[in-house]
């Protein structure tokens, strides 16, 4: 055999690899990864969303609503992770 033949024979080969590699890979199905199952949380109620809702639906005139200043100040220490204000030992004496 000479050396062209032998290069020729390895060519054939080498094609003959890649089809069926990706003959076999096309016929190939993937099975999708099964998911964790979902777990449904049902959020607690809270009645400081609900005060922000109403908030909300007020409008402008939320702006000048005692309640909805309250609620905005609470949600605001919410968010920013301070919890409710020490009552001062002053204002304990007068009551």
């Given at each position: ?26 016929i ?42 309250r ?25």
């Amino acid at each position: 055999m000479d050396a062209k033949m032998l290069a020729r024979l390895g060519a054939v080969a080498f094609v003959a690899v890649a089809i069926t590699a990706a003959v076999v890979e096309m016929i190939r199905k993937d099975e999708p990864p099964a998911a964790p199952p979902v777990r449904v949380v049902q959020p607690e109620r809270d009645p400081l969303r609900e005060d922000q809702r109403r908030c909300q639906q007020l409008g402008q005139q939320a702006a000048n609503d005692a309640e909805c200043l309250r609620v905005w100040a609470e949600t605001r220490d919410r968010f920013l992770g301070r919890g409710p204000a020490p009552a001062s030992p002053a204002s304990s004496e007068g009551r």
